[in-house]
């Protein structure tokens, strides 16, 4: 009897503490259409499989991808509030711009944007991968300014950087969906690893 009433303690022990020992930490995607998956399932995107690595690699960590195609800097900035709250993510990986750039909206606003959602994370003890993008050099001097707004802005805040998400697909037509804007599922692989190298470090 003795024995029977100890397990059922030890089971009700369990049951309360379980949840907070395995909660595990999040990191919460911040992205565009790049990092939605656009086009394709989003189970083949970059930051779901940026999830099965975590598991795959025995780390504490969930994946949140918080991204919208078309979204822009403005649009993650008002999001990015609510979302920290909400998932209170050990780190955040903000990968946003590339709209803003193809619009031509003004860079001021872009960097602006991209400062507060940093200093927001900062605030809410979350560490920060910043994820840059480039534009085609049709776009002039206004292609050289956006792309260095992320090296500026990794800089003065001292977080991690990764200059370029699609550097290593950007030169392989064939892994461009028919827009030439969009990686195919069998770039994510590779936009996976490009990403991991630059985050890896970050995990606690």
């Given at each position: ?6 397990a ?21 995607v ?7 998956g656009?086009g ?12 099965q ?8 960590y969930?994946?949140?991808n918080?991204?919208i195609?078309?979204e ?11 979302a ?8 955040v ?14 860079l001021?606003?872009?960097r602006?944007?991209l400062?507060?959602?940093?200093d927001a ?5 979350a560490?920060?991968?910043?994820i ?26 001292k ?16 892994l ?13 692989p590779?936009?996976l ?7 890896a470090?970050?995990?606690?």
């Amino acid at each position: 009897m003795r024995s029977a009433l100890s397990a059922c303690l030890l089971l009700v022990a369990l049951l309360f503490t379980a949840p907070f020992a395995h909660a595990g930490k999040t990191i919460v995607v911040m992205g565009d259409s790049l990092s939605a998956g656009y086009g394709i399932r989003p189970e083949q995107a970059w930051p779901a499989l940026l999830g099965q690595r975590l598991a795959e690699k025995r780390f504490d960590y969930s994946v949140a991808n918080l991204s919208i195609s078309g979204e822009t800097t403005a649009g993650g900035r008002s999001r990015l509030g609510p979302a920290l709250k909400e998932r209170q993510p050990a780190l955040v990986v903000i990968a946003l711009g590339a709209n803003d750039g193809l619009r031509g909206l003004p860079l001021a606003q872009m960097r602006d944007n991209l400062l507060a959602m940093i200093d927001a994370s900062q605030s809410a003890k979350a560490r920060v991968l910043l994820i840059g993008m480039r534009l085609p050099p049709n776009y002039g001097p206004y292609a050289e300014e956006f792309r260095s707004i992320f090296a500026d802005l990794a800089k003065q805040k001292k977080v991690a950087l990764l200059p370029f998400l699609l550097e290593p697909v950007a030169l392989q037509p064939r892994l461009f969906q028919a827009d030439n804007l969009h990686p195919v599922a069998e770039a994510q692989p590779l936009v996976l690893d490009h990403v991991w190298a630059a985050l890896a470090p970050l995990l606690k």
